[in-house]
């Protein structure tokens, strides 16, 4: 660090921007460390996520279960 550089901690804010970030919102995320280690760029979480989105929208929803298949599974678990 050069010395011309004055850092005059006396005067400093803590929190001074936390009542903008509050009302604005953020959009930094923290990672996990084990998720962070397979994912080292912005880039790469934002791929993931972008094919993880595609995946969701072109899946079709499970199937709900037929009415007989319900009154089969419940009378086994009578048993």
């Avoid at 009542?19 to 962070?36: F, Q, Y």
């Avoid at 994912?39 to 079709?60: D, G, H, M």
């Avoid at 199937?63 to 419940?74: C, G, L, W, Y």
Wanted: positive net charge.
């Amino acid at each position: 660090m050069r010395p011309e550089y004055d850092f005059d901690y006396n005067k400093a804010v803590r929190g001074k921007y936390v009542h903008r970030l509050m009302k604005e919102g953020s959009n930094i995320v923290v990672l996990d460390p084990d998720v962070a280690k397979r994912f080292r760029t912005s880039a790469a979480v934002n791929e993931a996520l972008r094919k993880l989105l595609k995946a969701a929208r072109t899946t079709p929803p499970p199937a709900a279960r037929s009415d007989a298949r319900e009154r089969n599974r419940v009378r086994k678990a009578r048993r």
